[in-house]
């Protein structure tokens, strides 16, 4: 019997235990549910309390200079984003075309090795295509043609970049111009109340500042772009200048 009531003693210590553990394990999940739950939330509830202000901030700053401001960073986004994707379709694998090229002249000359640029697309094959095109009329022709053609494509490469760089110095111009209009407007109403009333000076002055903010903002977003797509140009600008380095190269070495 003693030995029943021992084996019956541990069994229920044992399920009891079982059963915190259980509950411990239970109530830890609900608490880590309920707590990611609520991290969750929160920061959904400040994402949306921030374009609330955002939005809040816009308005009072007035529809007519910022406005303005918007349709610069709308602008400036849409050309800067055409101009990424141009940039990134136009850069080729340079070695592989040399390669490709070089291939082809050694094989079936030069018809074979313009047939190559064809089916390549960027400004580098362009290049390659116009030099080949003229070997015909000897080496300083197809010189030319390259120096020539990889002018027109320097051009494609830069078309609308003027533009960003527009509305990088527009934005935050338009900015203090509606600072400078909104202090005008608070020293009018100043002068019209004949007080010194700290409630017009302080709403004139935080809508003023509303504008140099915003101008500022869209002046920081755009230069980022602008600068990226600088440094992209001068990369396949170099990429173009080796390339025709090379091609002619390649021109010498089968003339001889």
């Not at 040399?98 to 090795?113: I, K, Y």
Request: net charge negative; with cysteine; glycine share 8%.
């Amino acid at each position: 019997m003693k030995r029943l009531f021992s084996i019956l003693a541990i069994s229920g210590m044992m399920a009891f235990g079982t059963v915190n553990a259980t509950t411990n394990a239970t109530t830890s999940a609900a608490l880590t549910t309920v707590s990611s739950t609520t991290q969750e939330e929160a920061p959904a509830a400040e994402e949306l309390g921030f374009h609330q202000e955002l939005k809040k901030r816009f308005i009072e700053g007035g529809p007519g200079f910022m406005g303005i401001v918007l349709l610069c960073l709308i602008l400036g986004l849409a050309i800067a984003i055409e101009r990424i994707i141009f940039l990134n379709l136009s850069t080729t694998n340079t070695k592989k075309l040399t390669q490709d090229v070089e291939d082809a002249l050694a094989s079936g000359g030069v018809e074979a090795a313009k047939e190559v640029c064809r089916n390549t697309k960027g400004p580098i094959a362009s290049i390659y295509y116009q030099g080949l095109d003229r070997t015909d009329e000897g080496l300083e022709a197809a010189e030319k043609a390259v120096v020539a053609y990889g002018g027109v494509q320097m051009g494609q490469l830069e078309k609308n970049v003027s533009w960003i760089s527009l509305f990088i110095a527009l934005a935050p111009m338009l900015g203090f111009m509606g600072t400078v209009i909104g202090m005008i407007d608070a020293f009018d109403k100043i002068e019209a109340a004949g007080d010194m009333n700290p409630a017009l000076v302080a709403g004139g002055i935080k809508i003023a500042l509303l504008t140099t903010v915003f101008g500022l903002i869209v002046a920081i977003i755009l230069q980022i772009f602008y600068n990226y797509i600088i440094a992209k140009i001068d990369s396949i600008v170099n990429d173009m200048e080796d390339a025709s380095i090379t091609l002619m190269d390649l021109l010498i070495r089968q003339k001889k």
